[in-house]
């Protein structure tokens, strides 16, 4: 005996749904929700799904059918006015019994046995059969269907009964028929139903292309094309389906009003063609109409108007942006630049289609590369406001799919345009001031490369012809500005940065931040807090305490964070009626914001045997290390500590051999090479590497095997080879200005460097002392107390330290 079973019951109107089917429905009744979440409640999912025999907003017993179909929930989507799900037929069961149950109604069913054929082998039965296959066959391929989706789906569906629910799903019947063809038992009854209907759409189709024929007869082109239209708003204001047509006449007078080119033209009229056919609630229909409304929201030849005035550029820059003046001056040159160019082209006229070639492909990509919160991403706000452009801001990291850039081609259910198309989409104009933020943070993965979909992005050569694989056609983007920012230029794959120009962001000085916060940072933070003028007065000194205990940074992000701390303390305190009015001082930063949580390195207070300080530079700003080197019994062996990398080792090894080369003369005792030279780089928790250390490592490591003392006000930096020369770094400026912020009053550099003192503040190489070196001998004269360079060779003085224990 047949096992029952007990299940939700999702009653469906105006729809049946077959085994061996899977269909989309959507659930708004509150009974049916509770029933679906009781289906979902069980590990299987199972629910008997049956059809209302009347079109009733309650479903009760009494109106349902009593043989239905037990169905799999395979996906559900929650949304705010109900559920959409997916149900996938499992097969036919008849309900027993059909009672209500908390909020929803529970059936006790029994599968209901598919009665086969007496003979399979029957010659009327084979017959049958094969007329039902070659006839759904025929209408498939009358209806549309690509020959191979046809043969496809007659190799897939072998059984028999299957096969008649599944060809019994796609045809045009009544909802009663469907119904009895669900409760039809006998598989051959079944096909021979299947085939009365497939007959009777075969004759319709057949039919309509009858009257088509005779009518592309008697009526030519546009005539045609009238009547039919007619026609179909007739028989559309029957149906009730009035608007869709006035939607459609709508958007196709704005495709029509479109500049397009004549590749978008062509596909556009061969989409708006489909969508006549498509019926407006199928899924073909509504993909067809988001795509054509995609077209029609994109800025086909819509420009804004370009301003080139340089004083107001200048202004609004100035006006923006406090400090960046390579950066102004780097901008307004690529303004003037464009200016003169538009002249020239106005007044040639004659040739402005090559002159228009030309501009284009010399037009720079700008690529703003600079640590965190330097001011890159709203420089290039200031760039489009300063121009009259759109601004539009996609950000790339994270982004590891190629799609993302060049988007889905349409084959995809729910494709969409890349970040590209839907970034010109919400400009508006063809020519917008396009941001592409964190490119130097995209991914690879196994769904491609992002990067390598850019190239043909930024390059002016072929973004004219740009094409997007949702569009399909090609989009010229040879008017949009693009400008890049990064942190880190090394993660930029050497093709894709090839196409761009670098503007370099250095780090703010200590006096350019104190003037940003004055200026920018503390009166957006008030009023962000809600407080008046005059209710909050923050002196220079709580604004530097600020700077430099609480932030550690290159830019001002961090520093605008503690600033609305200090804001919403006293804006609360104001709301309370504690105070009507605040002055905060340093002191008053302390209390507010607690215990500084940053400690930055200070210069040494004293001359130190095997201590040298050095300098470094991050994303986050510069800074000072010191550098310890310490001898101890051993076997003359250097020992490496502080995380460091392989650079930053390799540079402590050319430093320890140019030590042993020149034992002499660096008056270091042949017997300090037989003891153990230990190197450490505070703080050990923190990863280093680079070339930059060279000397400073050198410089401790003599002063430790010499035993004379470094100089405590000396900082230094620089690469060193085994023959002694002194190779530039880069970082110059933030290395210094860190040096400056921990006390340092003496700068030792490579002289290749020299050049880059010029980027330095003025007050900064006012009050600082620089010295430039092209060898080490030259840096240990000027490092180490008692030595001296006399005609070109290395002295020093007898008042020496021993070198066995260097103090620390």
Do not use: C
Not at 672 to 692: C, L, T
Request: charged share 25%.
């Amino acid at each position: 005996m047949t096992k029952t079973l007990a299940l939700p019951v999702i009653p469906l109107r105006q729809a049946v749904l077959f085994p061996g089917v899977t269909v989309p429905i959507g659930a708004g009744r509150p009974a049916t929700l509770a029933a679906i979440e009781a289906a979902l409640a069980d590990s299987e999912r199972l629910a008997f799904v049956s059809t209302q025999r009347e079109d009733a907003d309650a479903a009760t017993p009494e109106i349902l059918h009593t043989i239905g179909t037990i169905a799999r929930i395979v996906q559900v989507q929650r949304g705010p006015s109900g559920m959409q799900l997916v149900l996938h037929g499992e097969r036919r069961a008849i309900a027993l019994r059909i009672a209500e149950h908390d909020d929803y109604l529970v059936a006790t069913v029994r599968d209901a046995e598919e009665m086969p054929p007496l003979d399979v082998q029957a010659p009327t039965y084979v017959a049958l059969l094969r007329e039902v296959r070659e006839r759904a066959a025929e209408l498939g391929t009358k209806m549309g269907l690509p020959r191979e989706v046809v043969n496809r789906f007659l190799a897939e569906v072998e059984d028999p009964g299957q096969f008649a629910d599944a060809v019994a799903t796609n045809l045009d019947m009544s909802l009663a028929d469907r119904q009895a063809l669900l409760e039809t038992l006998s598989v051959e009854e079944r096909l021979r139903r299947v085939l009365l209907f497939v007959q009777r759409q075969l004759a319709v189709v057949d039919a309509q292309e009858e009257i088509k024929s005779k009518v592309q007869e008697e009526l030519g082109g546009r005539q045609r094309e009238f009547y039919l239209r007619e026609q179909l708003k007739a028989i559309q204001k029957e149906l009730g389906e009035g608007d869709k047509a006035n939607d459609t006449d709508a958007l196709r007078e704005k495709l029509a009003a479109l500049p397009l080119p004549e590749a978008a033209r062509k596909e556009v009229d061969r989409e708006l063609s489909r969508l006549d056919r498509a019926s407006g609630e199928s899924m073909e229909g509504q993909v067809i109409r988001t795509y054509l409304e995609t077209i029609a929201e994109l800025p086909w030849g819509k420009r804004s108007e370009e301003k080139l005035d340089l004083a107001h550029a200048s202004e609004v820059l100035e006006r923006d942006h406090y400090g960046l003046g390579d950066i102004k001056d780097r901008i307004l040159e690529f303004l003037a630049v464009r200016g003169l160019r538009a002249k020239g082209q106005a007044a040639q006229e004659e040739v402005a289609g090559t002159r228009h070639e030309a501009t284009r492909g010399r037009a720079p990509i700008l690529l703003f590369a600079g640590p965190p919160g330097v001011g890159k991403t709203s420089v290039a706000r200031s760039i489009a406001a300063a121009m009259g452009r759109e601004y539009v801001r996609i950000s790339l990291g994270g982004v590891r799919d190629e799609a993302d850039i060049r988007g889905h081609r349409r084959t995809y259910v729910g494709a969409m345009p890349g970040r590209i198309i839907q970034g010109m989409k919400q400009a508006g104009t063809a020519n917008p001031v396009f941001l592409l933020d964190e490119v130097d943070k995209l991914g690879v993965s196994y769904q491609g490369d992002p990067s390598a979909a850019l190239l043909e992005v930024l390059d002016p050569a072929q973004n004219d012809t740009f094409t997007d694989h949702y569009l399909g056609v090609p989009f010229d983007l040879s008017e949009v500005l693009f400008i890049a920012t990064a942190n880190f230029i090394q993660n930029i794959p050497g093709p894709l940065l090839d196409r761009m120009e670098v503007v370099e962001f250095s780090g703010y000085t200590e006096g350019e931040k104190l003037v940003i916060a004055r200026r920018f940072l503390l009166p957006r933070q008030l009023a962000e807090a809600g407080m008046a003028d005059g209710q909050l007065t923050v002196t220079d000194d709580a604004l530097a305490a600020t700077t430099t205990g609480y932030t550690r940074e290159a830019g001002v992000r961090q520093l605008e964070r503690e600033i609305g701390r200090l804001a919403r303390k006293v804006a609360r305190r104001i709301a309370t009626g504690e105070i009507d009015r605040a002055t905060l001082d340093a002191a008053e930063v302390g209390r507010l914001l607690g215990r500084p949580k940053v400690h930055p390195e200070h210069a040494a207070a004293a001359d130190q045997v095997g201590v040298a300080t050095g300098m470094y530079y991050t994303p986050m700003g510069g800074d000072i290390m010191f550098v310890e080197a310490s001898t101890m019994r051993g076997k003359g062996e250097l020992v490496l500590t502080g995380q460091l990398g392989d650079v930053m080792k390799e540079s402590a090894r050319a430093a320890w051999s140019y030590a042993r080369a020149h034992a002499d003369e660096l008056g270091i005792d042949e017997a300090a090479f037989e003891r153990d030279v230990h190197v450490h780089i505070p703080a050990g928790a923190i990863p280093k590497d680079g070339p930059s250390a060279g000397v400073t490592m050198s410089v401790a490591l003599v002063s430790a095997l010499a035993g004379r003392p470094s100089r405590f006000d000396l900082a230094m930096t620089g690469e060193i080879t085994l023959s002694g020369r002194v190779l530039p770094i880069g970082g110059v400026k933030e290395k210094v200005l860190g040096a400056v912020r921990a006390g340092i009053t003496t700068i030792l550099l490579p002289r290749a460097n020299e050049a880059d003192l010029e980027d330095l503040p003025a007050e900064v190489r006012q009050r600082l002392t620089v010295l430039t070196v092209d060898h080490l001998d030259e840096v240990l004269a000027i490092a180490l107390r008692g030595a001296s360079l006399r005609e070109g060779r290395l002295t020093f003085a007898e008042t020496a330290l021993p070198a066995a224990g260097a103090a620390h």
